[in-house]
């Protein structure tokens, strides 16, 4: 217990760190970061180093150690400086929230490839065709790479979970701070209003963080992403970090999950709103941070090339497996790409499918299904609960809330942007874990923001209103996880406990097997933690290639 809590805390220093030496290196001194952005580009810029290192070396223990204490020594050297500095709300949020990270059961796919991926990255360097040896292996997001970069001594893999419990620490400090920094100004407004409803139902709706995945941790950013976008647009000028930072979060959502490139649309719409958009362009191009953009895009080409001969997987155009000999099929793509539209489209699950899947997912042909099988099911309970935020927030401010409506042309083209968003989600890919828990969540509470005036008196009653609706989602989040911990204490299926207060790891049973001198670890069925090349089909070829080994199918 105290190693692993131990742990937890060194971490958010490291990270801290490295996002504060993030921040001095490709931004202006004069900018302003509230703690939990830098907390986000630590984890950034860390998963930059894990693409980067990962061409070279494995992300053993004496690899990550360097990087661990290299993060420790930038913020103890910032934390001197007094440039680095952690406030109450921080230690207070971070305390209420810690019940979470008490992980028994992960999410569904991590024994499958999330963690197989990690450890594979902890115990080789780059591979290629690593897309062969199993279907979970086709699937690459950056976090996959942060997660083995805290492959650390005494600790092993038992920070994995942690991280997207950082993601969700981060992202509540970030709008936390930013909330009390507008009752400081004793300014209440819509985008206030905005940030206090992200932070109450991020923190009461996404409570489960073995439930994360990289869907969810994508979409906690990409709330960021939106507030920060609708604080620009209200900016009498944006500048040049403003945009930068904007491009940072995008940059970074794409490398974590490739569907996030549709919020490209927000940054899009503030370039031409801004009346300088081609001296900020010019400037963005000459700028350091555009080079490091540069890298990161040059570097998740790469390791996606690697993998599947895809620049990204498993978009048919994208694919080249004439040019890469380890490339997957277009066959197959094309199949696992209709697959996920299906998928998504309720077409298809672990006991039923539709007979003519490709039909079904032309046009509107899967609406009627997708009502009765999704929305009712999955949509309407998430509905159900923002709404009930909503009145739980009208209710509480009410005496600083007067119902009227507002048109705000600025904070429209936000909107417009989102719009955009949902439409080519809902028709594409229409599934709230394929990012539409934030994009429906901003649509409703920017609409809902706007059928109030703001009245500004009594700042103290309004902070205190805030702290109660606050301490209510903290109530909510600590009572569902204190319940989760107790059923999953007493859950017979697996001795999910019997490691606490780590996360449970199956004993997987494997074969070892040599194909072409290259040891592999033949499995059953899951990974979950087996040595790394695990695979279950054996019917593969081995051969190396200036060093590199490539993984091909017979």
């Not at 950082?166 to 300014?187: A, G, P, Y």
């Not at 979060?249 to 974590?256: A, F, M």
């Not at 081995?542 to 590199?548: E, Q």
Request: proline residues 3%; charged residues 15%; aromatic residues 22%.
């Amino acid at each position: 217990m105290i190693v692993f809590i131990s742990s937890i805390l060194l971490s958010i220093l490291t990270i801290l760190g490295f996002g504060k030496f993030f921040q001095k290196f490709f931004f202006s001194k004069d900018i302003f970061f509230n703690i939990g952005l830098v907390g986000i580009f630590g984890l950034f810029f860390l998963s930059f180093i894990s693409y980067l290192t990962h061409l070279f070396f494995p992300h053993n223990y004496l690899h990550n150690s360097i990087i661990f204490i290299i993060g420790l020594v930038l913020f103890f050297y910032f934390h001197k400086k007094e440039q680095i500095k952690i406030n109450k709300n921080f230690y207070i949020i971070l305390l209420c929230l810690f019940v979470g990270v008490f992980i028994a059961k992960s999410h569904d796919d991590f024994p499958y490839y999330h963690l197989s991926n990690a450890i594979h990255f902890t115990q080789n360097k780059l591979e290629l065709g690593l897309g062969n040896l199993n279907h979970g292996f086709k699937h690459h997001s950056s976090l996959f790479y942060l997660y083995s970069i805290f492959y650390l001594p005494f600790i092993d893999y038992y920070l994995f979970n942690v991280l997207n419990f950082l993601f969700l620490l981060f992202t509540s400090i970030f709008l936390f701070d930013f909330i009390e920094n507008d009752f400081l100004k004793h300014r209440f407004n819509k985008n206030t209003l905005i940030k206090i409803v992200f932070l109450i139902l991020c923190i009461s709706i996404f409570n489960r963080i073995g439930a994360y995945g990289a869907d969810i941790t994508g979409q906690l950013l990409s709330i960021i992403l939106i507030c920060l976008s609708l604080d620009l647009i209200e900016k009498k000028e944006i500048k040049l970090n403003d945009i930068s930072i904007i491009i940072t979060l995008l940059v970074y959502l794409i490398t974590i999950k490739t569907y996030f490139v549709l919020y490209a649309i927000l940054p899009i719409l503030l370039f031409f709103y801004t009346k300088n958009n081609i001296g900020i362009l010019k400037k963005l191009i000459i700028s350091k941070i555009f080079v490091f953009f540069i890298l990161t895009g040059f570097l998740f080409v790469v390791i996606n090339i690697s993998a599947t001969g895809c620049v990204i997987y498993p978009v048919p155009v994208l694919c080249f497996p004439n040019y890469f000999s380890w490339g997957i099929p277009l066959s197959t793509v094309n199949y696992m790409s209709d697959w996920y539209e299906i998928w998504s489209k309720a077409g298809a699950g672990p006991d039923f499918r539709e007979k003519d899947p490709v039909v079904y997912i032309q046009k509107l042909n899967w609406l009627d299904n997708w009502i009765n099988r999704y929305f009712f099911t999955k949509v309407s309970d998430f509905l159900f609960s923002i709404f009930i935020g909503y009145f739980i927030v009208y209710f509480i401010f009410k005496k600083n809330l007067k119902i009227k409506f507002q048109y705000n042309s600025k904070e429209n083209i936000i909107l417009f942007g989102l719009f955009l968003i949902f439409i080519i989600w809902f028709y594409k890919f229409p599934s709230l874990r394929y990012g539409g828990y934030a994009i429906v969540l901003s649509i409703f509470t920017i609409i809902f923001s706007k059928f109030f005036s703001y009245s500004n008196f009594q700042f103290n009653n309004i902070r205190k209103n805030f702290l109660i609706i606050f301490s209510l989602s903290i109530f909510i989040f600590v009572s569902k996880n204190l319940l989760r911990i107790n059923k999953e204490f007493h859950y017979s299926a697996v001795d999910n406990f019997k490691s606490f207060p780590l996360f449970y790891v199956k004993d997987v049973e494997f074969d070892r097997i040599k194909i072409n001198d290259e040891e592999v670890y033949k499995v059953e069925g899951m990974c979950w933690a087996t040595p790394s090349p695990c695979l279950r089909n054996i019917n593969k070829k081995i051969i190396k290639i200036k060093n590199y080994r490539v993984y091909l199918d017979n």
